[in-house]
């Protein structure tokens, strides 16, 4: 059974730092009355043109404090992946340290993560279940909240799962919601123990070349994920040229780890690349 903790609340989002331009218009507007009365007292433009210098930085420092502010609110993690990638081992491994028999998830686990390095501060990891009917639903429910996503793929499957892979991959990609925060993303190839298991180069490559066929054969217009359109094609890298990582607008990074670890059940994960990434993040 997978650890459970109490579930993190739904976080509604709320709209982008540009969305905030047009009310910073109409304050700038509002202040016009003002401003002239100071020009009949003032009696020159150079001082006035200091006031209206000064008013025009503060409002950009109050606007940077709402992004900011935006920001630091979304403390959540989400563990998102297929059936099987091997995240709630994972999401117990951060948590414990110590293997754990684990079941697929039907539902969402979360709990604090206080990081090794400064015990006062953590963010919380959430586990989403990967079932193919119930990770968009999930998804859904908390990626307002995500300050960052660990993207967990399955190293050993995934030659036979990249079309499911991709797929899911680029449905969390044009979701609105997310161009909009953009989220730290991360790309956890996990089960590297095992022999056969590919490495983080190839299936970044394959993820590229699936990800680039997805967007020319599908409409790719940015829709929450219960469907609701946003009004706009959503483009997903650059128009023109080859789908590549970098083109997104969130930073997109590649690690190799094991959940499991070299020894199985009584060995240590090999998370260590995962650990930092969250520290960087957090």
């Known amino acids: 059974m997978s650890p459970r903790a109490q579930p993190f609340p739904a976080c509604r989002g709320a709209g982008s730092g540009s969305a905030a331009w047009p009310r910073v218009r109409a304050m700038a507007g509002g202040l016009e009355p003002h401003l002239a009365v100071l020009r009949r007292e003032l009696g020159g433009p150079a001082v006035l043109s200091v006031l209206v210098a000064l008013i025009a930085v503060a409002i950009t420092f109050l606007l940077w404090r709402f992004v900011q502010g935006r920001k630091s609110s979304r403390k959540a993690v989400l563990l998102l992946g297929l059936c099987d990638a091997g995240k709630t081992l994972l999401f117990a491994r951060l948590l414990s340290g110590r293997y754990r028999d684990t079941q697929t998830s039907i539902t969402d686990s979360s709990a604090v993560y206080r ?44 030659q036979r799962e990249v079309k499911d892979v991709a797929e899911f991959l ?79 607008p969130m930073k997109v990074e590649f690690v190799e780890c094991s959940a499991r670890g070299s020894k199985g059940e009584e060995g240590e994960a090999d998370l260590e690349a995962l650990e930092k990434w969250l520290v960087k993040v957090a």
Not at 184 to 201: G, R
Not at 221 to 244: E, H, I, R, V
């Open 115 to 158: 990081l090794s390095q400064d015990k006062s501060t953590n963010v919380t990891l959430i586990d989403l279940p990967g079932h193919e009917s119930l990770r968009l639903q999930f998804l859904e429910r908390f990626k307002a909240a995500a300050r960052a996503i660990v993207f967990v793929v399955d190293s050993v499957a995934f």
């Open 170 to 248: 680029y449905q969390v990609l044009v979701d609105s919601t997310v161009l909009r925060n953009a989220p730290a993303l991360l790309i956890a190839c996990n089960k590297q123990d095992v022999t056969m298991a590919k490495s983080a180069k190839l299936i970044q490559q394959q993820l590229e070349k699936e990800l680039n066929t997805l967007r020319v054969t599908r409409s790719a217009a940015p829709t929450s994920l219960d469907g609701s359109a946003t009004g706009g094609p959503a483009q997903l890298g650059k128009k023109g040229k080859d789908f590549d990582f970098s083109q997104l």
